[in-house]
């Protein structure tokens, strides 16, 4: 099963999208347990893959026996493997959230829906383990036409963001699958281990220069960099619980993935760094992705808005890890795609418990919830101190590196714009944490010289928790951001200290 693992973590899901709806036609309720036992499979699966990668070396898997560069071949290195068990464990744990949720939304849709959720997982783990940059494009577009049917069966503007989104999307999938055809006419070669032999002596083309440009704008707008965001704050905010957290905890850390993966693997290091200015330009749009998402996050009264415009700013996070183009940089950047994972997962799904409980995401139906939902919100806190950086959560660590990556690089702004949009993200949350634990301070918090009393009478909440196959995933993502912080240090060195690229 081991040899053929890189096959069946596809295939499994694939299969299992096209029995759900044959299942669902004659037994609904067993849709669930269905994608419950196939998303556990795809866990093992990627714990398989990462132990043989860890333990023996990379793994080369021919589909149909033919070789590259002409056949399809499935590559697994450090990096992805890394990838691929971050998805595969968020994605199982997001569909055993999405019961109840699924349940109170959209329950005549719960067969369409989880079939969608299956073949939007396919196309993630695919887009990760391929490494042909065509067969990049199709799992892009299978994920892509997923993600964009689950967002329109949100609520209230939901199918408008969802329309807007795949005009952006398509716009980003055209751009990058011209960067494959330029890449294709210069070389004739579509693996991507084979354009890495073959470009170095084509780096003064323009159409490798173009290509280039195409593959940078395409990747851009799928993971909302900076300025081409615009698409995510509806999108996510309109969407279903689910489909935002796995959104939010996935597709664009997978987007940074394939940004990494076109840099410096297809093309060489030097040719992003020293070649084109381009680490230089992902940098300062990265500043502009922290400052720009920490001062709107502030600006917002709905708390999943809020957290969509926090998620640019951490793409920025992310990225300006990568733009500083050292081991430091790069060690907090692949550190921030894992804490990020589980901090932006625990917070849309606290705030979805928050909606499935209360109806509403607002900053005012957040008051006096410690008492109402004392667990879902000491979740939320957790991660939200995590997201802000403050020790000893995992975020914490991550943005250390990122720190230290910076000032290594002599970008001493980079390094001030790192702790400015970590103190805007801080009150960005205290604004929430506010409402939850202290509403009756917020007139004095508003510039009153003394404490007046909240308008509504608070004293007597009863206790609501969420579900508990909602508030379990939440537990296992604070459980998470409170464990993995301290195991850093062991992750860097069994799987990260291999994936930074030569000459870093």
Same mark, same amino acid.
């Given at each position: 099963m081991t040899a053929q693992a890189p096959i069946l973590i596809i295939i499994i899901p694939l299969i299992a999208s096209f029995l759900n709806v044959i299942i669902g036609l004659w037994r609904k309720r067993l849709c669930y347990p269905l994608v419950i036992i196939t998303l556990s499979l795809s866990v093992i699966l990627s714990i398989s893959i990462l132990n043989t990668v860890i333990t023996q070396d990379v793994i080369h898997y021919r589909l149909g026996g033919w070789e590259p560069p002409w056949g399809i071949e499935y590559v697994i290195d450090h990096l992805n493997a890394f990838i691929l068990s971050i998805i595969s464990f968020i994605s199982l744990t997001i569909a055993i959230y999405s019961k109840r949720n699924v349940e109170q939304e959209f329950p005549e849709k719960a067969v369409y829906f989880y079939t969608i959720y299956l073949l939007l997982v396919t196309g993630v783990l695919g887009i990760t383990i391929t490494g042909d940059v065509f067969n990049l494009y199709v799992f892009l577009e299978i994920t892509s036409l997923a993600v964009y049917a689950l967002i329109a069966i949100g609520r209230d503007k939901a199918p408008l963001a969802s329309f807007n989104y795949l005009i952006m999307g398509t716009i980003g999938a055209c751009f990058y699958l011209l960067g494959v055809g330029y890449l294709y006419i210069a070389t004739g070669s579509l693996n991507m281990a084979d354009l890495g032999r073959l470009l170095p002596d084509l780096y003064h083309s323009k159409v490798v220069l173009v290509a280039f440009a195409f593959f940078a704008v395409g990747v851009a707008i799928k993971m909302a960099l900076f300025p081409l965001h615009v698409w995510l704050p509806d999108a996510y905010t309109y969407a279903p619980s689910t489909v935002s957290a796995f959104a939010a905890s996935t597709m664009?850390?997978?987007?940074?993935?394939?940004? &990494?993966?076109?840099?410096?693997?297809?093309?060489? !290091?030097?040719?992003? &760094?020293?070649? #084109? !200015?381009?680490?230089? &330009? #992902?940098?300062?749009?990265?500043s502009g992705a922290m400052l720009f998402g920490c001062i709107l996050a502030i600006a917002q009264t709905d708390v999943k808005r809020m957290l969509s415009y926090i998620l640019i700013a951490e793409v920025g996070y992310i990225v300006i890890g990568v733009s500083v183009a050292n081991r430091m940089g790069f060690t907090g950047a692949l550190l921030h795609i894992l804490f990020d994972a589980f901090t932006m997962a625990c917070l849309f799904m606290a705030a979805g418990a928050v909606m499935h409980k209360t109806g509403e995401t607002s900053l005012q139906g957040f008051r006096h919830l410690h008492r109402r939902m004392p667990l879902t919100m000491a979740a939320f806190s957790i991660a939200a101190l995590s997201a802000v950086g403050v020790p000893p959560f995992a975020g914490f660590f991550s943005k250390w590196y990122l720190v230290l990556g910076a000032i290594d690089a002599g970008k001493w702004i980079f390094a001030g714009l790192l702790l400015l949009s970590s #103190? #805007?993200?801080? &009150?960005?949350?205290f604004r929430i944490i506010q409402n939850v634990y202290f509403p009756q301070y917020e007139n004095l918090i508003a510039g009153s010289e003394i404490a007046l009393p909240s308008a509504h009478n608070d004293n007597i909440t009863l206790r609501d928790e969420a579900p508990v196959s909602m508030l379990l995933p939440i537990f296992i993502m604070a459980a998470g951001i409170l464990i993995l912080g301290f195991f850093s240090g062991k992750i860097v060195s069994a799987v990260i200290q291999f994936t930074v690229p030569g000459g870093f």
């Amino acid at each position: 099963m081991t040899a053929q693992a890189p096959i069946l973590i596809i295939i499994i899901p694939l299969i299992a999208s096209f029995l759900n709806v044959i299942i669902g036609l004659w037994r609904k309720r067993l849709c669930y347990p269905l994608v419950i036992i196939t998303l556990s499979l795809s866990v093992i699966l990627s714990i398989s893959i990462l132990n043989t990668v860890i333990t023996q070396d990379v793994i080369h898997y021919r589909l149909g026996g033919w070789e590259p560069p002409w056949g399809i071949e499935y590559v697994i290195d450090h990096l992805n493997a890394f990838i691929l068990s971050i998805i595969s464990f968020i994605s199982l744990t997001i569909a055993i959230y999405s019961k109840r949720n699924v349940e109170q939304e959209f329950p005549e849709k719960a067969v369409y829906f989880y079939t969608i959720y299956l073949l939007l997982v396919t196309g993630v783990l695919g887009i990760t383990i391929t490494g042909d940059v065509f067969n990049l494009y199709v799992f892009l577009e299978i994920t892509s036409l997923a993600v964009y049917a689950l967002i329109a069966i949100g609520r209230d503007k939901a199918p408008l963001a969802s329309f807007n989104y795949l005009i952006m999307g398509t716009i980003g999938a055209c751009f990058y699958l011209l960067g494959v055809g330029y890449l294709y006419i210069a070389t004739g070669s579509l693996n991507m281990a084979d354009l890495g032999r073959l470009l170095p002596d084509l780096y003064h083309s323009k159409v490798v220069l173009v290509a280039f440009a195409f593959f940078a704008v395409g990747v851009a707008i799928k993971m909302a960099l900076f300025p081409l965001h615009v698409w995510l704050p509806d999108a996510y905010t309109y969407a279903p619980s689910t489909v935002s957290a796995f959104a939010a905890s996935t597709m664009t850390k997978v987007g940074v993935y394939v940004m &990494i993966r076109i840099m410096f693997t297809v093309f060489e !290091p030097r040719f992003s &760094i020293a070649m #084109l !200015p381009s680490t230089e &330009i #992902l940098g300062w749009a990265a500043s502009g992705a922290m400052l720009f998402g920490c001062i709107l996050a502030i600006a917002q009264t709905d708390v999943k808005r809020m957290l969509s415009y926090i998620l640019i700013a951490e793409v920025g996070y992310i990225v300006i890890g990568v733009s500083v183009a050292n081991r430091m940089g790069f060690t907090g950047a692949l550190l921030h795609i894992l804490f990020d994972a589980f901090t932006m997962a625990c917070l849309f799904m606290a705030a979805g418990a928050v909606m499935h409980k209360t109806g509403e995401t607002s900053l005012q139906g957040f008051r006096h919830l410690h008492r109402r939902m004392p667990l879902t919100m000491a979740a939320f806190s957790i991660a939200a101190l995590s997201a802000v950086g403050v020790p000893p959560f995992a975020g914490f660590f991550s943005k250390w590196y990122l720190v230290l990556g910076a000032i290594d690089a002599g970008k001493w702004i980079f390094a001030g714009l790192l702790l400015l949009s970590s #103190l #805007l993200i801080a &009150i960005a949350f205290f604004r929430i944490i506010q409402n939850v634990y202290f509403p009756q301070y917020e007139n004095l918090i508003a510039g009153s010289e003394i404490a007046l009393p909240s308008a509504h009478n608070d004293n007597i909440t009863l206790r609501d928790e969420a579900p508990v196959s909602m508030l379990l995933p939440i537990f296992i993502m604070a459980a998470g951001i409170l464990i993995l912080g301290f195991f850093s240090g062991k992750i860097v060195s069994a799987v990260i200290q291999f994936t930074v690229p030569g000459g870093f």
